[in-house]
């Protein structure tokens, strides 16, 4: 059972990417879906989640408007469509299943944490 983020790279301020979460040995469709990320001496920030049944999205203001998370459950992946990148959204994002978008955002261990893929966003 693995989990794990791709899609990350550099790229100019102003730029986009696509984050892809793939989960290897379960279902992404039965759970909701959480994408964070970190950067050096920062906390955590959830940037975005997605409910199992795609009624829930949440965005973190910082990336309101230009970030989008979406699901194809056909290719048990979920996707973080990244645009209008800035400086500031440098860091190490990785994705993170759990039963709800309530127990993503509580900061308790979730149930699947994938590894990271860093994203760097040169001014």
């Known amino acids: 059972v693995q989990l794990q983020a791709f899609g990350g790279g550099l790229v100019q301020s102003g730029g986009s990417l696509r984050l892809s979460c793939i989960a290897d040995?379960?279902?992404?469709?039965?759970?909701?879906i959480g994408w964070f990320r970190q950067a050096p001496g920062k906390e955590r920030e959830g940037v975005s989640y997605?409910?199992?049944?795609?009624?829930?999205?949440y965005y973190a203001d910082s990336v309101k408007g230009r970030f989008t998370i979406s699901r194809d459950n056909v290719k048990n992946v979920v996707y973080l469509q990244m645009t209008s990148l800035k400086p500031e959204d440098t860091a190490v994002y990785y994705c993170?299943?759990?039963?709800?978008?309530?127990?993503?955002?509580?900061?308790?261990?979730?149930?699947?944490r994938g590894q990271g893929t860093q994203v760097t966003v040169s001014s």
């Open positions: 993170a299943a759990d039963i709800a978008t309530t127990k993503l955002k509580s900061g308790a261990t979730p149930i699947y």
């Open positions: 997605i409910s199992a049944a795609n009624s829930i999205i």
């Open positions: 040995g379960f279902n992404l469709g039965d759970y909701a």
